[in-house]
């Protein structure tokens, strides 16, 4: 099996500018997401895509591969695609570069679905530790079948609960950890197509795969990590990683 891990990392997000290179522990998170990685795959294996001539530089120096792509690309998927077009890979993984608390669990739980167990999408999912966060927007859910290939994804309490429950893990519902692993051919169908009208009412990319009869396999693994969105998540993370 030949695989690329490819961090797409865009300088200007709009509820945290300059994402990429905001320090955690004395690090930019850029390069501690790259470290995660590297951590359960070879550096030759890794490739961070960005859109920013700082990011660049930054990544340059840790001695990591960089490669810039168009200002044009509107997706962290669309980064990715553009990517492994000049990549002569089986496997893409895309490992967001806002995930620094990344572990090698979730990374390989996602590639075996599709290295083995013949998905066309790898990705992963943890059980909610809490009502609250199940409760949450800012959580994406997914429901699995007995095979681990997943059925629906939302923003929403999915499935709905009319009573707050306690026991979250038992009622087949899951927090989405958002690292996706692909066959190429799959990505670069995929980023070559519109967005969906569902997709971009969810703001969730999966939701075009589906759309489009992809069969994506969800591994369960042990994992709470915080992924960057905002100021507070920063905080959350830089009190953590220490």
Known sequence: MSLKIV????????RLPGKPLQEISGRPMVLCVADRAAAAYDRRDIVVATDDQRIYDVVTEANYEVMMTPNSLLTGSD???????????????????????????????????????????GTAASQFSTFEEFAADASVKVTLAHDGAAISFSRLGIPHSRVKVDLIGDIGAYRHIGVYAYRKDVLLDLVSRAPIGLERFESLEQLRAQYYGYRIGCGLVNYQGISVDTQEDLDEVRKLLV
């Not at 961090?7 to 709009?14: D, M, Q």
């Not at 695609?81 to 669990?105: C, H, S």
């Open 7 to 14: 961090i797409p990392a865009r300088y200007g997000s709009e």
């Open 79 to 121: 980064r990715v695609g553009w990517v492994a077009k000049t990549l002569d890979v089986d496997f893409i993984v895309n490992l967001q570069g806002d995930e620094p608390m990344m572990t090698p669990e979730v990374l390989t739980s996602a590639i075996s679905m599709v290295e083995d167990r013949g998905f066309d999408i």
